[in-house]
């Protein structure tokens, strides 16, 4: 029997109220949401179905006939609603801190769930009478795992982060792996598939892979495609909603992969790079929006599957009640072993941080089942090829398990963790809170005197607010134990936790103004979120690392200097160099406003001395950075200039905006014309953010005359040799070459400092020194070479210097002179090939005071 649609709309309104009534309703009974919204559920489904049945009463059949013949069945679930709540999953999980937990995340979410599968299969096998295959379908299904209900417990208590994230990125990735054993042991349980474990595991290896890579190339595409909206939130929010539908069916019909492995591999790439490439503004929105678009979904999935339980129980006797208590059974014993058996393991192994003791008791207890569970169940009972028996089993087995889960887990999860003592602060926590309120509440007292005294207020109204706030000041003083309960050590690698963050909101906030590139935003975003991992792992060490990590080329700046190098084409390295140059001079001037930070706001919390001590590890980063930055303003001084007048008229320009915005809150303007001075406001930005041009051979014709060893050489011969060049920067410590490697350039050096070692000797050389002259005779290299400080080097092929050496020879002679100086004990072995071109006669050997030949020109 059809429903009409006027009646499923308005169904579908009522189960909205339902829903929205069951917020408060669940705070008030301390349940959790979907518990409630599942209890709700089943009383609607059970209801419905006894008004039907009813000889009392007529007067409510059409409502009861609507909801019981709702037109909802297994593809609605799996292609609606599952896109949806897999994309807002991993939409929301910090990828980087996931990454850290990644090793029992893996073992979770897919060795448990094939653990779970086999052991509920094989405990149910000898006494179900279903065969084999059908025992481990049904382990398949009940082996999914829901979130929801168990981090809204962790929320509403403040459990701790990393216990919330590894159940997020289990039941995430655990959805995946259990939806897609299940397809393969429904494919092999209707014949559509030969059984096979072999050939079971490489379809499931094969899907898993395909379905990432499906996910992450939508993701990469529709993230490009940003930009070209001009920041329009709507369509940008409209592009992100057609993601994971895009990603979820065209893996699972069309290239026969994980639909919801793409759905979550392009939600988990949205929220790595999300951020860098949508406006923090525009960002926020489609977090809120997903946010509610979840709600509903995650609701109204509880609830409609809910809603089908009295029907799958149909026909439900004694029997299956033991036969479901074996499956919590056999479920526990599965999802136990992998907690206390492998996770302890894989600590041992280096593989991964501890998981503490009750951290693992709560994963055990909190491991709910709930709408993907039933949606799968009821996709088997709707399958044709699928025996009736098997049907029956299937449905009454995995609904009374997620009963079992629901009523019993889900009521006392609360509890548990209270018990454990998960929902408390750390000592340390504790301590930096009592300090934090401390301090704050006592610049709030000043404030309220001060606004007291200004507005007028008389000493009787106003002197009990401020003793309230004595009173809590000296419970908090009282309370605090930040000294003796935070080592040095400790509050040092929490000033550079603070310093890094901070740095991170400041990079957003000159991004929401358009201040930033997408890419360097990207770059930036990453190296900073990288110092504020390595603090948390390493202390000051880690943030060192990932402070210089930052001041390195990327990998496409190394492919660009290879590209330019090999082939001569400069554009992606003028490309890069622009990049880089506004990356180091935006992190100077971040560094710099950060100090006002560091004194106003971390000095009163952490103490003078730590402030002291993270400011000498940050005057590090800085002398690194002033380093790198030198090497990039000799060279071009006036793409320096420009760049930093451009970046004064962005900050002008925000000062004018915020101005503009202080004007209208102040009513002296109106709203009209604060978006017409916004519109102006948003012209100039265009016109500002225009990259600008990079030459990456200005002033080269300049800078080499200054070489000794070009001395003296004409304008001509100068114009060619710079033409000739090629460019490469280092970093400190970078090897330039080793001995052995045949010699392909000499390199004369711009700025910076290169130490060039031959046996137990080294020499340090600087500015206008050249090395690497083996090339001259065709010798392998005998020297090792590496970068000292950043810097600027030139490079001139082999072939390049045969060719000049035809109409300078004189150059060569230098050369020759100059490797005599360097290591003159050293022999001059013969050559392996001769740099003249064949058949010419080699030039004659000058003297470095000897007068240019009449051809030099």
């Not at 209900?149 to 982060?161: C, T």
């Not at 299956?320 to 992998?338: F, H, I, K, T, Y």
């Not at 007028?456 to 009990?464: D, K, V």
């Not at 929490?494 to 770059?523: C, H, W």
Request: net charge neutral; proline share 5%.
């Amino acid at each position: 029997m059809l429903t009409s649609l006027p009646n499923t709309l308005l169904a579908i309104a009522a189960l909205l109220l339902v829903v929205s009534a069951v917020q408060p309703l669940a705070r008030r009974l301390m349940l959790s949401d979907t518990v409630l919204l599942a209890i709700g559920g089943i009383l609607i489904g059970g209801g419905a179905t006894l008004v039907l049945q009813s000889p009392f009463t007529t007067a409510l059949d059409e409502a009861a006939s609507t909801l019981i013949n709702f037109p909802i069945n297994a593809d609605v679930f799996l292609f609606i609603f599952l896109p949806v709540l897999v994309f807002h999953g991993s939409l929301g999980i910090d990828v980087r801190r996931l990454a850290r937990d990644a090793a029992p995340v893996l073992v979770l979410a897919v060795v448990a769930v094939l653990v779970t599968t086999a052991a509920i299969g094989f405990a149910l096998q000898p006494i179900a009478g279903v065969p084999l295959l059908a025992c481990l379908l049904l382990g398949s299904i009940v082996a999914t795992t829901d979130p929801s209900a168990v981090v809204g417990v962790f929320r509403d208590i403040g459990a701790d982060s990393r216990l919330t994230r590894l159940v997020e990125g289990e039941s995430l990735l655990n959805d995946a792996a259990a939806i897609s054993i299940f397809s393969l042991l429904l494919a092999q349980l209707t014949g559509q598939q030969a059984a096979g474990l072999g050939a079971g595991m490489v379809s499931l290896v094969l899907s898993f892979a395909g379905g990432l890579a499906v996910g992450f190339v939508l993701a990469r595409a529709v993230l490009l495609a940003v930009p070209v909206l001009g920041g329009n939130r709507v369509a940008e929010m409209t592009l992100t909603l057609a993601l994971p539908y895009l990603s979820y069916i065209l893996a699972e019909e069309f290239l026969h992969a994980s639909g919801v492995v793409a759905a979550a591999a392009a939600g988990l790439t949205v929220s790595a790079i999300g951020p860098s490439t949508f406006r923090p503004q525009s960002w926020q929105f489609i977090n809120d929006v997903w946010a509610q678009l979840s709600f509903w979904a995650s609701s109204l999935v509880f609830v409609l599957a809910s809603m089908l339980v009295p029907k799958l129980l149909l026909g439900m006797n004694q029997g299956d009640v033991l036969l479901v208590g074996v499956v919590v059974l056999s479920a526990m014993a599965a999802r136990a072993a992998v907690l206390f058996g492998l996770l302890p393991l894989l600590h041992r192994a280096g593989l991964s941080q501890r998981v503490p003791l009750p951290f693992q008791v709560t994963i055990l207890w909190g491991g709910l089942r709930g709408a993907i569970t039933l949606a799968l169940a009821l996709s088997v009972t709707e399958h044709p090829l699928v025996p009736r028996q098997v049907q029956q089993f299937v449905a009454i087995l995995a609904t009374g398990y997620v009963l079992v889960t629901l009523l019993v887990n889900g009521t006392t999860l609360r509890f548990l963790v209270r018990a454990l003592k998960l929902d408390q602060l750390s000592p340390a926590d504790q301590a930096l809170r009592n300090q934090v309120v401390a301090i704050g509440l006592g610049e709030v007292r000043d404030r309220v005197r001060q606004t007291a005294a200004e507005f007028g207020f008389s000493h009787r109204a106003a002197g009990p607010v401020l003793e309230m706030y004595e009173r809590r000041i000296k419970v908090e003083t009282a309370a605090n134990t930040f000294d003796t309960a935070i080592s040095d050590r400790e509050r040092v690698t929490l000033g550079l936790i603070t310093y890094a963050s901070q740095e991170r909101s400041v990079l957003l906030e000159i991004f929401k103004d358009q201040g930033l590139s997408r890419r360097i935003m990207e770059n930036l975003l990453w190296t900073a979120e990288a110092m504020v991992d390595g603090a948390r792992a390493e202390g000051r060490l880690g943030y060192i690392k990932a402070a210089r990590q930052r001041l390195r080329p990327t990998l496409r700046f190394v492919l660009a200097q290879w590209i330019h190098r090999a082939f001569r084409i400069d554009a992606p390295l003028m490309n890069c160099m622009a990049e880089r140059f506004e990356t180091l001079l935006l992190t100077h001037f971040i560094s710099v406003s950060m100090n006002r930070f560091m004194h106003r706001r971390m000095e009163p919390v952490l103490g003078k001395r730590v402030i002291e001590v993270v400011g000498e590890i940050v005057a590090r980063r800085e002398d690194l950075l002033a380093d790198a930055m030198d090497t990039l303003r000799l060279q071009y001084p006036g793409y320096a200039e420009a760049l930093e007048g451009r970046m004064l008229r962005q900050i002008g320009l925000r000062m004018e905006s915020d101005e503009y915005g202080e004007l209208l809150r102040e009513s002296l303007i109106g709203e009209e014309l604060h978006e017409e001075l916004t519109r102006s406001l948003a012209t100039w930005r265009r016109q500002i953010s225009r990259p600008l041009k990079f030459n990456l051979q200005a002033g080269l014709d300049n800078r080499i005359k200054d070489f000794p060893i070009f001395a003296g050489l004409q304008d001509a011969v100068l114009h060619d040799l710079a033409m000739s060049l090629t460019i490469r920067f280092a970093v400190p410590g970078e090897k330039l070459f080793r001995p052995g490697r045949r010699a392909q350039s000499v390199y004369f050096i711009s700025t910076g400092r290169v130490v060039l070692g031959r046996g137990g000797r080294e020499v340090e050389l600087g500015p206008g020194d050249a090395f690497g002259e083996e090339v001259m005779s065709g010798h392998r290299r005998l020297d090792r070479a590496r970068a000292a400080s950043f810097c600027h080097l030139l490079a001139l092929s082999r072939a390049d210097l045969r060719r000049l050496s035809l109409e300078v020879p004189e150059l060569v002679s230098r050369l020759e002179r100059l490797s005599r100086e360097r290591w003159p004990e050293e022999p001059t072995p013969e050559p392996e090939e001769s740099l003249t071109l064949p058949g010419v006669q080699p030039p004659p050997r000058l003297s470095l005071d000897s007068p240019l030949p009449s051809n030099a020109a």
